[in-house]
């Protein structure tokens, strides 16, 4: 693949961190190697391995309407728990070379999860800040994690929060990209999602055309209205607070799906936006997910990576110092 293969240096600006990184970078080339190869050709020991955690297409009828009381009637469940990760970018669809957004600029990953999903326990996110601090090779500065996005998509994207957080590579084969339209579809084909606000938010943006106008209490959000509360960043340095935002949204998402009406109207819904994401899902893998996503008990567990305080006026960030990997562990 040639200039193609781009290797990622440290995500976290700490000496500990860059052996780390070096190791992945130098120690083990064939590896690295092989990893681009399977990409490149879709195949590999790794998609075999994953493939027998999935259950055949045909053991649920597809015609069959599910039932509310058993989501095994959408979907047989994985054979074991997947994490998925889910790239939230700026861009209102994935072909859009700039975000055309507040503010405006290049296409970037404003949200990183990890989503564990198993049928059998609570639902488990891992929230990765897109502001945290990497530097590719051959680069003389440090750029914000979310900025990968346009360097290298979710090949880049993936390898990163891998080596950040300690992941093998077996426990992370799926993505999910999500651009901006396809959160409006989901809330508005759920029928809107209730949440409750602390505080009111408005702002206006009369150059994009963009603006935020929501009233404190309870509301009952549409699609643009929820991706108003997700997107939103009061100031430069709030991704901490937008980050508890997204928090709400997602659990109020993940309720309205495991509702009666969710569980009736996702295979019509996931055929809607499944032309609208980036994956490396097949339909009948997503389908099995939603599946085990609706049959998981509350509550859903968010996790957040341990950052050192901000330096002075900069909004990247860095890692506590003397973390010991993997900064995310199997319950």
């Keep these: 693949m040639g200039e193609t293969d781009q290797r990622l240096h440290s995500g976290v600006m700490a000496a500990s ?25 879709g195949v590999g020991l790794s998609g075999w391995l994953i493939s027998i955690l999935w259950p055949e297409p045909d053991r649920v009828a597809g015609g069959a309407p599910p039932s509310v009381a058993d989501p ?5 469940f994985p054979a074991m728990p997947i994490t998925v990760l889910v ?9 859009d070379p700039t975000n055309q957004a507040s503010p405006k ?15 059998k326990t609570p639902l488990q996110v891992l929230q990765v800040p897109t502001e945290l601090a990497v530097q590719l090779p051959g680069s003389d500065q440090p750029m914000a994690l979310g900025g990968l996005w346009r360097s290298g998509g979710a090949s880049l994207m993936a390898d990163a929060v891998r080596e950040i957080i300690g992941m093998p590579e077996s426990e992370l084969q799926r993505y999910v990209v999500v651009p901006r339209q396809t959160l409006r579809n989901l809330v508005d084909g759920l029928g809107e999602v209730d949440v409750i606000l602390s505080q009111s938010y408005k702002r206006t943006d009369k150059t994009l055309g963009y603006e935020v106008d929501l009233q404190a209490g309870r ?21 901490e607070n ?21 569980i009736v109207a ?34 859903m567990e968010f996790s957040k990576l341990p950052l050192a305080p901000p330096v ?19 319950p």
């Design 242 to 262: 937008r980050r508890l935002r997204q928090q709400m949204l997602m659990r109020s998402v993940v309720d309205q799906l495991q509702a009666p009406s969710g």
């Design 105 to 119: 600029g290049p296409a970037n990953a404003d949200a990183l999860l990890l989503v564990r999903i198993d049928a």
């Design 312 to 330: 002075g006026e900069q909004t990247l960030r860095q890692l506590k110092p003397g973390l010991q990997l993997p900064l995310w562990t199997t």
């Design 72 to 76: 095994t009637s959408l979907a047989i």
């Design 266 to 299: 996702i295979r019509a819904l996931l055929d809607e936006v499944g032309g609208q994401l980036d994956t490396n899902l097949s339909n009948s893998e997503m389908l099995s997910l939603a599946a085990a996503l609706i049959a998981s008990p509350p509550p």
């Design 219 to 239: 509301q009952s959000l549409n699609g643009a209205q929820a991706e108003q509360l997700a997107r939103l960043r009061q100031g430069d340095r709030d991704y």
């Design 87 to 95: 790239i939230g970018v700026d861009t209102d669809n994935l072909a």
């Design 17 to 41: 961190e860059q052996q780390r990184q070096k190791r992945w970078l130098g120690r083990r080339p064939l590896r690295t190697m092989l990893r681009i190869l399977a990409a490149f050709f």
